[in-house]
């Protein structure tokens, strides 16, 4: 189970296997859209929450975590 966000004080999470998310290719993605490419979506988060998403680092793991997501099979 991935963390994935808050409901009030009462903290949710969801499962990280399967997913309904359609792919660009047509093949069904392995995982939810929220557990894939970790590697690339903490820094995301990390800069967007620190210099917001117009920063010129941002912008560029924002496209590299679309880019994962992409070769995961995601249509994002």
Known sequence: LQRDFHE?????TMPC????NGGGDG????????CACP?????????IAEKGPEHEDCVK?????KK?????????
């Open 27 to 34: 093949a069904k993605p392995k995982k939810k859209i929220c």
């Open 39 to 47: 590697e690339t979506k903490e820094p995301r988060d990390l800069c």
């Open 8 to 12: 009030g004080a009462r903290e949710v």
């Open 68 to 76: 994962c997501l992409r070769a995961e099979g995601f249509d994002v």
């Open 61 to 65: 793991l924002i496209e590299a975590h």
């Open 17 to 20: 296997d399967g997913g309904k």
